[in-house]
């Protein structure tokens, strides 16, 4: 049995989405400048130095050139109001440390090098605790993570001043996640620039790391949820562990950003 963060996933993304019509563009590798804005200096040093042990983020050859060429992808979907589908996924690295496959804070890096007042929604099925360490407590955004209660990385319980996080149960489906979803950009408030979406499918029903029983077609009214915001847009790719499902999942967030819905009162 292979390991859940395999090539198999995004490839099968990639490839539906081209049949869709979707274009593509190639990012180059984030500099240093860009990566130094979200991680300390010695965070840079071990990636760069393989000089580091995790077990969910093995120390591969080159890795510091993919995991630059991630947070690249992030910077190019920010500058294009696009969608990155790179790899190595980002939500769980912090100014200090890796883990959960992640390297650098790819939507991080973006919103940090944009300046701009960001809303950032978390709808992978794991905490982004990296991405909650990055912002806590900056005035220029605001963090919200919808997540399974009691999963990796065991963060997430609470509010903590402008991150607001939603633990959820195991399967609660789409009319639970949807409404609040809705709460949850209700209490963020107007204000923000941009809206970054942390974009997970692991939420669908039958993911082995963090279902919460969702169908395809609710990605489509989670996007439409988040297109009702009217803020410009762009998304980088976290989780999401069933293959066959990227695609379609991927594609129903798109298509409902792209329809919108009245915001949320």
């Known amino acids: 049995?292979?390991?859940?963060?395999?090539?198999?996933?995004?490839?099968a993304l990639q490839e539906y989405l081209a049949r869709k019509g979707y274009p593509f563009l190639e990012p180059a590798p984030a500099a240093d400048e860009d990566l130094l804005?979200?991680?300390?200096?010695?965070?840079?040093?071990?990636?760069?130095e393989r000089d580091f042990y995790d077990p969910d983020c093995p120390a591969y050859p080159e890795i510091d050139f993919y995991a630059r060429l991630a947070a690249g992808g992030a910077l190019l979907a920010q500058e294009r109001r696009g969608f990155s589908i790179l790899r190595p996924p980002?939500?769980?690295?912090?100014?200090?440390?890796?883990?959960?496959?992640?390297?650098?804070?790819n939507i991080a890096v973006a919103v940090r090098k944009s300046g701009k007042r960001t809303l950032v929604v978390d709808i992978d099925g794991h905490h982004g605790n990296g991405t909650e360490e990055v912002f806590h407590?900056?005035?220029?955004v605001t963090y919200i993570s919808l997540h399974r209660m009691y999963n990796y990385p065991g963060t997430g319980h609470?509010?903590?001043?402008?991150?607001?996080?939603y633990p959820l149960p195991p399967r609660c489906g789409k009319r639970l996640y949807v409404e609040t979803l809705e709460q949850a950009l209700a209490a963020a408030g107007p204000g923000?620039?941009?809206?970054?979406?942390?974009?997970?499918?692991?939420t669908y029903r039958d993911d082995p790391l963090a279902s919460l029983g969702l169908e395809v077609d609710a990605f489509y009214d989670i996007g439409?949820?988040?297109?009702?915001?009217?803020?410009?847009t762009y998304l980088v790719l976290e989780g999401g562990y069933v293959?066959?499902?990227?695609?379609?999942?991927?594609?129903?967030?798109?298509?409902?950003?792209q329809e919108g819905s009245p915001p949320p009162r």
Request: net charge negative.
């Open 137 to 140: 407590g900056d005035p220029l």
């Open 1 to 11: 049995m292979g390991h859940p963060e395999g090539p198999a996933r995004v490839r």
């Open 243 to 257: 293959p066959e499902v990227m695609g379609p999942a991927a594609d129903a967030l798109l298509q409902g950003l």
């Open 90 to 105: 980002g939500h769980h690295a912090g100014p200090d440390f890796l883990g959960g496959f992640c390297y650098y804070n």
């Open 192 to 202: 923000h620039e941009e809206l970054a979406i942390s974009a997970g499918f692991d």
């Open 158 to 165: 609470v509010p903590r001043g402008n991150c607001l996080n």
């Open 37 to 48: 804005r979200v991680h300390t200096p010695a965070h840079l040093r071990r990636v760069r």
């Open 224 to 232: 439409s949820v988040l297109g009702g915001t009217g803020l410009p």
